[in-house]
Every structure is written in structure tokens, then in C-alpha cells.
């Protein structure tokens, strides 16, 4: 979908004010339907909107880009959503299921019966309904499989058969082939007789007669060369090339690095069998960051803001148990020194602020490292040099902090050894902090898992229960 | 740079290899320079590298990409770095600061003299020399202002009056404009007599004689219609336009919205003065998460991770010293309670549990908000119902592992009131996390305040807090 075709029939605005009233219009339509709901004359509203604005809703909602309709069906709660998502028209709801979240899309797709879902699918490229394959009940992806003609039905069983973070499940199959032994003018001729190029169609894939690519003609240099010359003197040999079994977030990164807007994908005999956009690309960034947050704290899946608190619970629960272990043994450390604690209370006082520091301070180194591991900077020989400057930010950090907070116990509690013992702590726990925060991440990638899957809770844990050890530990043997 | 002229002169590699071969070279270049640093012969291999390397080195550097060559320099340590750098080709220095981060930058720029500087931004468009100008030392700066053209200077000018998030900083000149009144058959003429297009040119800009634009003319729509109609007859005249005041998160949520490559900008009278392109856009948009990440813990800026220990220092230092405040406030009402734990030693031990699991489910809550708020799909309807799942998830989550970790601590210390107090302080602090959760995010955004910073640290410091103020208050109250 070309931006040029968001135009919004309603619309007489200038091009310059077409973003802004887009904007406008759709704020209005969210605070009519929330209004709606809180309106202490539900019934009369209600009526009202059922009797005089849904034609006008009517109206509104096909004027909609499909990912401006996306939107705002993910910004309502569940039931205005299923009444404007009532209202979208059949031929568009496939194109924007696409666009709405995981999380939204079941919620609409729980909504449609099978008549509506093969209607829906059918409007769809093959990769698109390889996408949407997996939410379809098992009889509606059968009937829409066999609806399909062979080709196409062989399209989405391909990119079914990768999985998700791999090229082959998102790569279309929307390209323009030309080969290399014709010249400009001829190509230039080939491209009139088609009635329109696929989006995003930056340059032409250049194929022989086995369909191996050859090289690809940017359109740019199309335009400004000689159209008496052949394809073979103008394009580029050896143009930026994926596999359908390469890695996406890599994709992705090598997209941004030599600024693509499409590349072709080719099997390991080098033909050409599809190619990848920006448009996927940029999709892949956001949700690989989106999935960094998230993973950090332990939330299993992105999460519809609507969804019901049962959901919300499924989603969080298995990281809360894990944290509920945690936090037990860290309990159970300080149940070592409940003698001690009993001569001197001040360390049950004392303690959370040893744990809290070295908390924090791990996770900003853990921050760190699981970006330059994103980003492939960290080497075996730099790992050992950022583990040492590492852990000279936590000596100066405890050094300088620990002794504030060293000056303030022995202040407090009117005690220079409980200074001094809570200056070591600190000092200890941050060390501590370094370590496991460079440590955690490289090890969750030495195993092949994401290195910031709840790196943050893991962090803690040990912050934690090392904080406590260490500080009561010291207390017990120079205190007590 | 097309992602065509990123081929490597040394590479006899098929277009399907490229990928992947560049990339072993690199791995390749980089291990060659660790295992140089850690090697026991240092000085002979040294030597071989300076008498026998550096000449392959040469040949290497300049066959890389500039994005390949930021890559690597960001990979490096300083002294590598610095050696690498100091191979680079001059005019070639400039594209390579625009692509390596800033920090990195930073450590490049500071090696440069006066001379080498201007050499390498002279090489630069107006946009890029702005985007490098708040890094380069005054004198410079001056000089380099004074050698531009009346045209460039007007326009470094320009883009230096722009805010770092506003459209303006970020757009370009790289246009190729054409009026309404001419065919095709015209434009395609136009075209051929320039040498080349501006990179990622997607679509040509309509203009009146006043330079106000008029609508925008895709390529793909170019090559597909007869040559013979008129520019006016093809274009689309309504496509998204943005103002150089346009904030740039918004504008790459266009981008990926709409899903656009370039897009015109234009000045409060409609006159065409700039682009913007996908590939700044996916900076954009990378650079947004990223920073959400970091500031979620008070990491000031991108680490350069060779960093200086106490440049890391600096860049993390304001939000330790705020969470020691906290930690301490969180110590202090412990303190209040110092009589009640001499008495049973029990509620120590427990504490932790209870700030923790409070800290770790407020965390999973201001992820999910923070980043609802990116998206824009909080209104103040959607805000009360949000706080409501969060309470209602808090409720259960309380009852349940509460309900867990109580019947723990009764059976740990034979104690049931104990028990009960533990279920009821875990709930309430659970209440308390949620509602913080969503509450802080939200009034730092009301506030005009990125969501997102800092909000680990604060969420943290009132789950500590608060969890100790209701465990050992309940506890004093109905245990003591």
C-alpha cells in the first residue's frame, strides 16, 4: 500500500495539513466512543450513536488507512473494538489483521466466523497467510488451503515450513525479473506493459534462464542511463543477497547498515526466490527492542492493554515465580545470620541499602552489555577487558558511595567498624553486580538464549542474596 | 551509499556469498588485531604488523563499507581503534563519523588535528556536516562555515537551528523536483541528463513556480503509465507531508505506519524544503528503544563500552546517587521499626521477600505502560480502566503467591499470624507496585518527561519502601 493511497476521501486538506487532520480526526473518534461509555445517559447515547453515527462511523472508518484503523482498534477496549471492527468492510479486514498486534489480532480473529475468516484470508498474499496460518482454527486454514491455486498454495507452505525469526517466513514473493542480455529501453518497455510494480519495488532483480540471479538493476540507474545499453553493462553483480534460512534481527541490522530498501533471497543453488522490504525490516527492529524490555522483567509476550486480568496473569506469572524463589533464598541468607541480627538490629536496617545499590548498579551494566551483544561488538579478548572495566567502575563506585554510606552508618549507629563493614559490603556487592552483569547475558548467549531474557530479575536475585551474605556475613565476623 | 557500491574490489564472491563472506573478513580482521594485543611476543608480532600487515590491513580498510568500517571501529579498543582510524583514507574520515555512535565519535574526533577535520567535512551535505557540528571544536567549525557556499552554509544554518528530535535536523536536500505542466515522456528526458539520483528516490516532488508542492510523483507510477500523459494526469496529490518542527519519533511512526521511504517537508506556506528518508528513520527508531532501555536504569547515554572507567562513571553516577537516597529513606523506615524486629528477628528475614516480589511485578507493569504510552493508546478513559486490570492482576497475584509464601513462613516459624501478615503485606505492596506502575509513567509524560526514566529506579524505591513501611507495620501492629 503506497502512502499515496492513505488519502482520506472525507479530506479537503492541503497535503501539508493531511497528516495533521488525520491525527485530529482520529483523536475525535476515540473521544466519541470513550465519551460514549462514560455518558451517565448510556441508553439515550447509545441509541443515538446506534440510530444517527454509525453512518457516520461508517464513513470515518473507510476513509482509514488500515494501519491508522490498526491502531485505533488497539487503543479501544475490547468492546468497541468488536463494534467498529463489525464495521470494517469484509474486503479490508484481512490487510488489517496484518497490521494489528498478536494480541489484538486473537481478540479480533475469536470475534469472526470460518465464512468471514476465509473471506478475510483469501484477500492476502501467500506470506501473509503463512503469517496469519498459525491464530486460524485447523478446518478454516484446510478450506482456505485448498482454495488456493498450486502456486500459491505452495508459496505458504514454505513460508510456513521456517520459522518465525528466519528470512523465509517473511520475504514476498512481489518481484520484478529481468534478464541481463536485453537492453534498457527494453526493460523500460516491459515495466509499461505492467500495470502496476509491486511496492517498495526499488530495483529489478536480474535472473538467467534458470532463474539464478545474476545481479540486480537499481531503478534509479535505469533512469539515468543510456537506454541503448544492455542490463549486463549497467547493473550491480553483487548486490547484498539473503537466505530464506538467514537470521532476521541479522537481516534487519545489514538493511540498516547499507541503508536497503528491498534485497533479493535466493536458495543455496542461487536462485531467486523472493526478496525482503524495509517495511518488514523496520518491523523487525521494533519488535526485536520491544522484545528486550519486555524480556528483561520477564513478560512473556507482547500484551494487549485491554486484555483481561487472566490473560495479564498468564502472561507475568512464570517470572514471578521465579522471583518468588529468589527472593525466598534471599530470605534464607538472611535467616543465616538471624543471631546476629538479634545483638545487632542496625543490620537488618542497614542491609536492603548494600542490596539495592548492587541491584542497580548491575543492571546498568547488564543494559550495557546486552546492547553490544545485540549489536555483535563484544569479541572473547574484549569480554575480558570490559569484565576489568567493569569492575573498576564497581571499586570506585563502592569506594566512593560505600563511604558515603559507610560515614552515614557510623554516624547513625554512633559505630566506626559498622562503617567500615558497610563500606566493604558495598564495595564486595558491586564487584559482585560487574561480574554476574557481564557475565549473565554472555553466558545466556553462550547457550543460545536471548541474552536479556529476565537478565534483570536474574541480576537482582544475585544482588540480593550476594548483598545480604556478604554485608551480614562481614558483620558476623568483625561485629559480633 | 547503495547498498551496490558496497562490493569489496578482493571479493570474487558470487552475489550470495557477499553477505556472508564480508562478514567473515571482518571476524577475520578483528581476531587478527585481539589475538595481537594478548599474544606473549608482543613487540615481534607487533612489528610484523607494522612492517607486513599494515599493507594488507590497507587493502582491507579500503574495501569495506563505511558502515562495516563504523562497525568495526566501535568494536575495538581505543588503541586498535585509533590505528585503524588513523589507515582510513581521508575522504573517507567524514562518512564514517556519521555512521559510528556518538561516544565512539567522540574518541575519533579527538584524535583528528585542525585540517583533518575540515578535510573530512568538507565531503559532507549540509544535514550531515550539522549532525557533526556539535562535536567539532569552534575554530573549526568557523573555518568549515566559512569555506561552504552561500547556498550549503544557509543550510547547515538551517538544520543547526533545529532541535535533535525536530524533522528539520534530520532531513535532507537530495530532491529531484519536476513541475505539473510537463509529460512524462518530459521527466523521463529530465532524468536521463542528471548524472544520478539522490539515494532511496522513491517518488519525485511536484512543485509550483513558488515551490509550493503540489503532490508527489512515485517512481513505480513513472515507469507504468503512458509517457504521453501529464505529470498532473499521474500524481497523486495528496501524499504525507511533515514540517521541520514535526517531533521525528512521530514522523518514524508515519514512516512505519504508512509504510513510507521518503517523504516530503514543507514550511508553514506548503514550499517544498527538504526529505526525509527511511534510513534516518530506522536511526530514529532504533535510537528511541535503545534509549528507553538505558533510561530505565539512569544510564545517561550510549556507552562507548571501551569507555574510560571514569567516563562510565560520570555517565551513571546521578541515578546511583539517587537510588542511595532511596535505599537510605527505604533503611530509614526500617529503622522505625528496629524495636519490633529485636523482638522477633523473623521479620528481617521476610522483608526482602516482600519489597522484592513488589519491585519485580511494578517493573512488568511500567514496561507495559511505557510503552502503551509510545504508542499513543492511552487516553484518560483507557487510563482508569488500565489501572483497574493492573489492580484487579495485583489482587490475585497478592492472594495467590502471597497466599504461598505465607503458608511458607507459618510453616517456617510455626506461626500463623505471621503467615497472615505475610499474604497481606504482599498484597498491599503488590497494590501499591500497580498503581505506581502506572502512575509514574504517566505523570512523568504529563510532565513533559520521557516515560520511561528513570522509572525502574523510582518504581524500585517505592516498592522497598513501601513493602517494608506495611510488612513491619502490619506486623507491629498485630504481631508485636
Aim: aromatic share 6%.
Amino acid at each position: 500500500m503506497s502512502e499515496v493511497e492513505t488519502r482520506n476521501p472525507h479530506s479537503q486538506l492541503q497535503g501539508q495539513l493531511a497528516r495533521v487532520g488525520e491525527l485530529l480526526r482520529r483523536q475525535h473518534l476515540v473521544e466519541n466512543l470513550a465519551h460514549r461509555q462514560q455518558g451517565d445517559h448510556h441508553d439515550l447515547v447509545e441509541s443515538l450513536v446506534h440510530r444517527q453515527h454509525v453512518a457516520e462511523l461508517q464513513r470515518e472508518i473507510d476513509g482509514l488507512h488500515p494501519a491508522d484503523l490498526a491502531y485505533i482498534l488497539e487503543a479501544l477496549p475490547p468492546e468497541e473494538r468488536l463494534e467498529i471492527w463489525n464495521l470494517v468492510k469484509a474486503d479490508r479486514d484481512g490487510e488489517i489483521l496484518l497490521e494489528v498486534s498478536d494480541a489484538v489480532r486473537e481478540s479480533l480473529l475469536a470475534d469472526m466466523d470460518k465464512p468471514e475468516l476465509i473471506a478475510a484470508a483469501e484477500q492476502l498474499d501467500a506470506e501473509e497467510i503463512a503469517d496469519l496460518a498459525e491464530d486460524l482454527p485447523e478446518d478454516v486454514l484446510q478450506e482456505l488451503m485448498h482454495r488456493l491455486n498450486a502456486q500459491q498454495r505452495e508459496r505458504v507452505q514454505s513460508a510456513m515450513s521456517w520459522e518465525d525469526d528466519q528470512v523465509g517466513a517473511i520475504m514476498d514473493f512481489d518481484m520484478v525479473t529481468i534478464r541481463e542480455d536485453v537492453t534498457l529501453e527494453t526493460v523500460l518497455r516491459y515495466l509499461r506493459r505492467l500495470k502496476e510494480l509491486p511496492e517498495h519495488t526499488d530495483k529489478l532483480f536480474v535472473v538467467n534462464q534458470d532463474t539464478v540471479l545474476t545481479g540486480v538493476l537499481p531503478i534509479r540507474w535505469l533512469l539515468v542511463n543510456d537506454p541503448a545499453k544492455d542490463v549486463a553493462e549497467v547493473m550491480a553483480s553483487d548486490a547484498n543477497t539473503f537466505h530464506p534460512e538467514d537470521d532476521v534481527a541479522e537481516t534487519a541490522q545489514a538493511f540498516e547498515r547499507y541503508d536497503l530498501v528491498t534485497a533479493p533471497v535466493v536458495d543455496a543453488n542461487g536462485k531467486l526466490i523472493g526478496r525482503v522490504t524495509i517495511d518488514a525490516m523496520v518491523d523487525v527492529i521494533r519488535e526485536e527492542s520491544d522484545a528486550e524490555v519486555r524480556e528483561r522483567f520477564g513478560l512473556r509476550e507482547d500484551e494487549d492493554i485491554f486484555a483481561s486480568v487472566w490473560k495479564s496473569l498468564r502472561n507475568r506469572w512464570a517470572w514471578l515465580a521465579i522471583n518468588l524463589v529468589t527472593a525466598f533464598v534471599a530470605s534464607r541468607v538472611i535467616g543465616l545470620f538471624e543471631g546476629s541480627i538479634q545483638k545487632l538490629v542496625a543490620l537488618a536496617t542497614l542491609m536492603p541499602i548494600v542490596a539495592g545499590i548492587g541491584g542497580n548498579s548491575g543492571n546498568q551494566t547488564i543494559t550495557m552489555i546486552v546492547r553490544a551483544l545485540a549489536l555483535d561488538q563484544i569479541s572473547p579478548t574484549s569480554a575480558k577487558r570490559l569484565l576489568r572495566k567493569e569492575l573498576g567502575v564497581a571499586v570506585l563506585n563502592g569506594l566512593i558511595w560505600g563511604g558515603v554510606i559507610g560515614v552515614v552508618a557510623w554516624l547513625l549507629y554512633r559505630n566506626v567498624s559498622l562503617g567500615l563493614v558497610m563500606t566493604a559490603a558495598m564495595t564486595l556487592n558491586l564487584l559482585l553486580a560487574a561480574m554476574m552483569g557481564v557475565l549473565i547475558p554472555m553466558t545466556l548467549l553462550k547457550f543460545d538464549r536471548d541474552p536479556a531474557m529476565g537478565s534483570s530479575v536474574m541480576i537482582t536475585a544475585i544482588t540480593d542474596s550476594g548483598g545480604f551474605f556478604i554485608f551480614l556475613g562481614l558483620a558476623t565476623l568483625f561485629l559480633i
